[in-house]
């Protein structure tokens, strides 16, 4: 007991200033959580480090939920990107688990293999893609007040992977868009401004030219906007969009896509607040969720930094912080939350896309010394 | 070096062995025709600023005005009339304001018909940094060249069952080649050292596969142009992180589409993007992008910046390279001394006084 109260003591005393933005990261609380008989349970976490700067970042993970005490343990697995398909263990388990942290995938370019990621999202029916695009404080960018989330629709769309050659020299590929597939993913992303006290949700489309397939996308965001009288529905055109991204950026709140215009905004909102490195992410379906960098545009294979030790953990321990929380952890997921914005902040321990030039573990150390 | 080529602006390159038809003559005396479409809304303004401006630097050219019409013409199914598009086919030059389609069945839109029928096959898009108008970049110097007639915007759609819808990308080989090859020729003939071709390859390993085997192939014929090819996504947050990191893109229909109008997001907008059409037998039809904004039209609002940029480009084509430049410098100056610059730029000044400034300028 006197261990346990001991931290909390010394935090209310030096009570640090708590950090401004969303999540209430160091906001102090009021009301405690009262959990189910039970619940600190350890809870086991399917854990695939992956390729390129995966094993770096996951490592800085499970070296800091070791530091937290943090009720639950992983099942690793060795997967990696040139397999020709997810080896069935590693299904079952996330299947047993509902949980996964996942480092990141390389995926090759014109090879006969198959994405894994996106076997993974298939086979777990992973719907929804999320990406929560924000300032981190001290971070200087050329965008303030850039707050967004990106929902984006993760199973069909410009990924179906139908493709064919018609006759030599054209080639024709089919973007499939279901009515379930985007009400599902509109009801999702409703339910997260919803539950997150977000005002806006903007859908993203290019219904001017695709009129049948991202107007059957649009019909079913205004249905289930019309349930939502207080959130507020918008819709813009892709291309108008990214521009109004680079320019005005605060705009946006919540914005629901179809998968290939979300992997293309999300990943320039992430570059509007400091890039892959920073920005948390995940995959959820109705039974499981996958954790991992919110936004991976060529992160995997940097050999450069795998070589050097100097990948960025800190988007993975930001998802990991949305883990907790997914996972009923609040308290938890507040505390890793603080202790990794409290680091970039202060800014001594930055890695070089951030502008400094330590390596992943003194980021991990530092983040583990800040824990409250 | 950058400030340079950016003085120097671009030449827009006619293609070889397609531009037989339309053999131009510069010598002095000799009036060139062109077709002019003013367009709606706040076109007939801004057009009439690049007519003024013209004038004053002594450009040779004799304007063909053609109106979008009132009623639908049968042989073109647009409210564009044959006799227009006849216009531009003959003087293979050509620049036009914003055009509002009217909404309504029963015909094309007008940018649609205008591409199908000229054979407007690459849009051409430089987006460079105005020295002295601040943004929050001020190192863009890039060129986006996108595919115009296929890929995503086939308009091939149809309803599987109820509920279930799909809709077609083409890629051809043809097509591919053909932007692929104008991308590095425009590179080479404006000094350009890069050319990166912009893909989902990863993913539509067939169709983006294919465009990027077409890329390549064409690369290997200009050794001395560095070709890399990049992935969408990855290009997305590079352009908002370090826009300076790229040079000419080379990119399907839609990606080309996104990542255009976010390249004129980085340096202020589509007012101030010049564009270039490229079609078949060496035709070039410079437009401004912006709409035709026709909530302040007939005010003395509107900014001509991009109708006049996308002049200077035409003006370029044409070689004349004199005047482009000093036209081209006297836009650049007035916006760096912000003296006179208009709304949409934080200004005061109306679209005539804006215009005078850059003739004093010439």
Redesign the interface.
Known sequence: MARRSAPLLRRLLSSPPPLPGHGGGGARRTVTYMPRPGDGTPRPVTLIPGDGIGPLVTGAVQQVMEAMHAPLYFESYDVHGNMPAVPPAVIDSIRRNKVCLKGGLA????GGVS?LN?QLRKELDLYASLVNCANVPGLPT??KNVDIVVIRENTEG??S?L???VV?????????????CSERIAKYAFEYAYLNNRKKVTAVH?AN?????D??FLESCREIAAKYPSIEYNEII???C??????KPEQFDVMVTPN?YG??V???A???VG??GVMPGGNVGQDHAIFEQG?S??NVGNDNLVEQQRANPVALLLSSAMMLRHLQFPSFADRLETAVKRVVEEGRYRTKDLGGDSTTQEVTDAVIANLA | MALRRLLQGSVLPRMMGRSVGASFSTEAGETIRATLFPGDGIGPEIAESVKQVFKVAGVPIEWEEHYVGTEVDPRTESFLTWESLESVRRNKVGLKGPMATPIGKGHRSLNLTLRKELGLYANVRPCNSLPGYK???DDVNLVTIRENTEG??S?L???VV?????????????ASLRVAEYAFHYAKTNGRERVSAIH????????D??F?KCCREVAEKYPEIIYE?V????C??????NPGTFDVLVMPN?YG??????C???I???GLTPSCNIGEGGICLAEAVHGSAPDISGKNLANPTALMLSAVMMLRHLQFNDQAERIHNAILQTIAEGKYRTADLGGKSSTSDYTKAVCDHI
């Open positions: 995926t090759p370019v014109g994405s996106m050329r965008h410009e990924y992977g493709e064919h050659e030599p020299g054209v080639v024709e590929s089919l973007k499939v868009i279901t009515k379930f290019k030219i695709m009129k049948l397939a107007g059957l892709v291309d108008n990214c521009m109004q991204l680079v320019s290939l992997n293309l999300a990943n320039t992430a570059g509007l890039g892959t936004a545009a060529g | 943004t929050r970049y995503e915007y308009g759609e149809h309803q109820r509920g279930v819808v799909e809709s077609l990308k083409i890629i051809t080989r043809q989902k390859a990863n993913i539509m390993r067939k169709t596969g294919l990027l090819e992935i969408i996504d990855n997305c947050m590079t352009l908002v992180k839609l589409d996104i990542i255009s109008d976010l004129a997001g980085l202020g907008g589509l």
